[in-house]
Protein backbone atom coordinates (compact mmCIF):
# COMPACT_ATOMS: atom_id res chain seq x y z
CA UNK A 1 0.00 0.00 0.00
CA UNK A 2 1.16 3.50 -0.16
CA UNK A 3 1.23 4.14 3.27
CA UNK A 4 1.52 2.07 6.74
CA UNK A 5 -1.81 1.12 7.81
CA UNK A 6 -2.92 0.33 11.46
CA UNK A 7 -6.22 -1.50 12.74
CA UNK A 8 -8.54 -0.86 14.26
CA UNK A 9 -7.85 2.97 14.94
CA UNK A 10 -9.37 3.14 18.26
CA UNK A 11 -10.27 0.30 20.74
CA UNK A 12 -12.01 0.35 24.00
CA UNK A 13 -11.03 -2.58 26.30
CA UNK A 14 -12.27 -4.18 29.66
CA UNK A 15 -9.58 -4.49 32.18
CA UNK A 16 -8.50 -8.23 31.67
CA UNK A 17 -9.09 -8.44 27.77
CA UNK A 18 -6.82 -9.41 25.34
CA UNK A 19 -6.13 -7.08 22.48
CA UNK A 20 -4.80 -7.86 19.32
CA UNK A 21 -3.50 -4.84 17.04
CA UNK A 22 -2.58 -5.17 13.38
CA UNK A 23 -0.11 -3.52 11.10
CA UNK A 24 0.05 -3.29 7.44
CA UNK A 25 3.79 -1.66 6.67
CA UNK A 26 4.47 -0.69 3.32
CA UNK A 27 5.11 -3.23 0.38
CA UNK A 28 8.63 -4.37 0.45
CA UNK A 29 9.59 -3.24 3.26
CA UNK A 30 12.46 -5.42 5.56
CA UNK A 31 12.06 -3.11 8.80
CA UNK A 32 9.04 -3.07 11.38
CA UNK A 33 8.34 -1.44 14.43
CA UNK A 34 6.69 -1.03 17.30
CA UNK A 35 6.48 1.89 19.48
CA UNK A 36 4.24 3.07 22.60
CA UNK A 37 3.44 6.53 22.98
CA UNK A 38 1.90 7.58 26.20
CA UNK A 39 -0.48 10.74 26.50
CA UNK A 40 1.78 13.68 26.55
CA UNK A 41 5.28 11.92 25.92
CA UNK A 42 7.86 10.71 23.29
CA UNK A 43 7.74 7.38 20.94
CA UNK A 44 8.98 4.51 22.99
CA UNK A 45 10.54 1.57 21.54
CA UNK A 46 8.70 -2.01 22.29
CA UNK A 47 9.89 -4.65 19.40
CA UNK A 48 11.60 -4.88 15.73
CA UNK A 49 11.20 -7.24 12.86
CA UNK A 50 13.67 -7.62 10.05
CA UNK A 51 11.75 -9.55 8.10
CA UNK A 52 9.48 -12.41 9.86
CA UNK A 53 12.83 -12.37 12.15
CA UNK A 54 11.99 -10.41 16.05
CA UNK A 55 15.69 -9.04 16.35
CA UNK A 56 14.97 -6.85 19.62
CA UNK A 57 11.94 -7.32 21.88
CA UNK A 58 13.72 -5.89 24.64
CA UNK A 59 11.36 -2.43 25.13
CA UNK A 60 8.01 -4.80 25.56
CA UNK A 61 7.35 -3.73 29.10
CA UNK A 62 5.86 -7.76 30.45
CA UNK A 63 5.01 -10.73 29.38
CA UNK A 64 1.63 -10.08 28.90
CA UNK A 65 2.61 -7.58 25.14
CA UNK A 66 3.44 -9.97 22.16
CA UNK A 67 4.38 -9.21 18.74
CA UNK A 68 4.85 -11.38 15.51
CA UNK A 69 4.88 -10.90 12.00
CA UNK A 70 4.96 -15.01 10.41
CA UNK A 71 5.62 -13.65 7.07
CA UNK A 72 7.14 -11.07 6.98
CA UNK A 73 4.57 -8.28 5.78
CA UNK A 74 1.83 -8.20 8.57
CA UNK A 75 2.56 -7.44 12.08
CA UNK A 76 0.09 -7.95 15.21
CA UNK A 77 0.80 -6.91 18.37
CA UNK A 78 -1.52 -8.62 21.66
CA UNK A 79 -1.68 -7.64 24.80
CA UNK A 80 -3.13 -10.07 26.94
CA UNK A 81 -4.88 -9.81 30.02
CA UNK A 82 -4.68 -5.62 29.70
CA UNK A 83 -4.16 -3.29 32.49
CA UNK A 84 -4.94 0.33 32.46
CA UNK A 85 -1.47 1.41 32.15
CA UNK A 86 -1.71 -0.68 28.53
CA UNK A 87 -4.05 2.50 27.79
CA UNK A 88 -2.24 4.33 25.08
CA UNK A 89 -1.28 5.10 21.15
CA UNK A 90 0.36 1.85 19.29
CA UNK A 91 2.37 2.88 16.56
CA UNK A 92 4.08 0.73 13.95
CA UNK A 93 6.42 1.78 11.54
CA UNK A 94 8.37 0.64 8.56
CA UNK A 95 11.69 1.15 6.58
CA UNK A 96 12.59 -0.12 3.10
CA UNK A 97 16.00 -1.85 4.36
CA UNK A 98 17.57 -3.47 7.43
CA UNK A 99 20.09 -0.11 8.08
CA UNK A 100 17.38 2.15 8.78
CA UNK A 101 19.53 4.80 6.67
CA UNK A 102 16.07 5.85 5.46
CA UNK A 103 13.34 7.51 6.96
CA UNK A 104 11.08 5.32 9.01
CA UNK A 105 7.23 5.36 8.15
CA UNK A 106 4.72 5.40 10.87
CA UNK A 107 1.27 4.64 10.65
CA UNK A 108 -1.51 6.77 12.66
CA UNK A 109 -1.56 4.41 14.96
CA UNK A 110 -3.96 2.90 17.34
CA UNK A 111 -5.63 4.25 20.46
CA UNK A 112 -5.85 1.87 22.71
CA UNK A 113 -8.18 2.63 26.18
CA UNK A 114 -7.94 0.56 29.03
CA UNK A 115 -11.41 0.72 30.75
CA UNK B 1 22.54 5.74 28.59
CA UNK B 2 21.41 7.04 25.37
CA UNK B 3 18.98 10.06 25.60
CA UNK B 4 17.30 12.87 23.64
CA UNK B 5 16.65 16.16 25.52
CA UNK B 6 14.11 18.72 23.81
CA UNK B 7 14.54 21.69 26.45
CA UNK B 8 11.38 23.20 25.68
CA UNK B 9 7.75 21.55 26.54
CA UNK B 10 6.52 24.44 23.99
CA UNK B 11 7.34 27.54 21.36
CA UNK B 12 5.56 30.48 20.76
CA UNK B 13 6.31 32.15 17.59
CA UNK B 14 4.59 34.61 15.71
CA UNK B 15 3.25 34.17 12.21
CA UNK B 16 6.49 35.33 9.61
CA UNK B 17 9.09 35.11 12.16
CA UNK B 18 12.15 32.64 12.31
CA UNK B 19 11.49 29.56 15.01
CA UNK B 20 13.74 27.13 16.54
CA UNK B 21 12.90 23.96 18.59
CA UNK B 22 15.87 22.64 20.29
CA UNK B 23 17.45 18.91 20.51
CA UNK B 24 20.43 17.51 21.91
CA UNK B 25 21.48 14.07 22.52
CA UNK B 26 23.86 11.77 24.36
CA UNK B 27 24.77 8.88 22.71
CA UNK B 28 28.06 7.20 22.16
CA UNK B 29 29.13 6.56 18.18
CA UNK B 30 28.34 9.02 15.19
CA UNK B 31 24.44 9.16 15.56
CA UNK B 32 21.97 9.45 13.05
CA UNK B 33 19.48 11.89 13.76
CA UNK B 34 16.36 12.73 12.98
CA UNK B 35 12.75 15.27 13.25
CA UNK B 36 9.35 14.17 12.98
CA UNK B 37 6.21 15.98 12.91
CA UNK B 38 2.65 14.95 14.50
CA UNK B 39 -0.75 16.47 14.11
CA UNK B 40 -3.14 15.73 16.35
CA UNK B 41 -4.50 12.58 15.55
CA UNK B 42 -1.65 11.52 12.83
CA UNK B 43 1.11 9.31 13.12
CA UNK B 44 4.70 10.99 12.76
CA UNK B 45 5.82 12.52 9.68
CA UNK B 46 9.41 12.57 8.47
CA UNK B 47 10.70 16.02 8.15
CA UNK B 48 14.47 15.53 8.11
CA UNK B 49 17.23 13.44 8.82
CA UNK B 50 20.85 13.79 9.40
CA UNK B 51 23.44 10.46 8.66
CA UNK B 52 26.87 12.10 7.70
CA UNK B 53 28.47 14.95 5.34
CA UNK B 54 27.26 18.81 5.46
CA UNK B 55 25.89 19.31 8.80
CA UNK B 56 23.11 22.11 7.89
CA UNK B 57 20.16 19.54 6.85
CA UNK B 58 17.14 21.03 4.22
CA UNK B 59 13.94 19.02 5.02
CA UNK B 60 9.37 19.60 4.17
CA UNK B 61 8.10 22.21 4.60
CA UNK B 62 11.08 24.69 4.20
CA UNK B 63 12.64 23.24 7.49
CA UNK B 64 16.19 22.64 8.17
CA UNK B 65 18.38 21.61 11.21
CA UNK B 66 22.25 21.86 11.70
CA UNK B 67 24.21 19.10 13.24
CA UNK B 68 26.78 20.54 15.98
CA UNK B 69 28.79 17.73 17.23
CA UNK B 70 30.69 19.78 19.71
CA UNK B 71 27.79 21.04 21.18
CA UNK B 72 25.58 17.48 20.58
CA UNK B 73 22.62 19.68 19.17
CA UNK B 74 20.27 18.87 16.40
CA UNK B 75 18.10 22.25 16.81
CA UNK B 76 15.19 22.67 14.31
CA UNK B 77 14.81 25.71 12.18
CA UNK B 78 12.70 27.40 9.93
CA UNK B 79 13.27 31.08 8.49
CA UNK B 80 9.97 32.60 8.52
CA UNK B 81 7.18 30.59 10.44
CA UNK B 82 3.14 30.14 9.09
CA UNK B 83 0.25 28.94 11.41
CA UNK B 84 0.09 25.28 9.53
CA UNK B 85 3.49 24.79 11.47
CA UNK B 86 1.66 24.58 14.72
CA UNK B 87 2.19 20.90 15.82
CA UNK B 88 4.24 18.18 17.81
CA UNK B 89 7.44 17.99 16.74
CA UNK B 90 9.79 15.09 17.98
CA UNK B 91 13.81 14.94 18.02
CA UNK B 92 14.89 11.17 17.25
CA UNK B 93 18.31 9.60 17.54
CA UNK B 94 19.50 6.01 16.01
CA UNK B 95 22.57 4.73 17.45
CA UNK B 96 23.56 2.12 14.90
CA UNK B 97 22.15 -0.10 11.78
CA UNK B 98 19.33 -2.09 12.72
CA UNK B 99 18.13 -0.58 15.86
CA UNK B 100 15.24 1.41 16.94
CA UNK B 101 15.08 5.19 17.35
CA UNK B 102 14.78 6.55 19.93
CA UNK B 103 12.33 9.72 20.51
CA UNK B 104 12.94 12.74 22.82
CA UNK B 105 9.22 13.72 24.89
CA UNK B 106 8.60 16.48 21.76
CA UNK B 107 7.90 19.88 22.15
CA UNK B 108 4.38 21.85 21.09
CA UNK B 109 5.15 24.79 18.33
CA UNK B 110 2.62 27.65 18.09
CA UNK B 111 2.61 29.91 15.68
CA UNK B 112 0.13 32.60 15.93
CA UNK B 113 -1.69 34.70 13.37
Known amino acids: GAGVSQSPRYKVAKRGQDVALRCDPISGHVSLFWYQQALGQGPEFLTYFQNEAQLDKSGLPSDRFFAERPEGSVSTLKIQRTQQEDSAVYLC?????????????FGSGTRLTVV | AQSVAQPEDQVNVAEGNPLTVKCTYSVSGNPYLFWYVQYPNRGLQFLLKYITGDNLVKGSYGFEAEFNKSQTSFHLKKPSALVSDSALYFCAVRVKAGTALIFGKGTTLSVSS
Open chain 1, 93 to 105: ASSPGGQGQSGYT
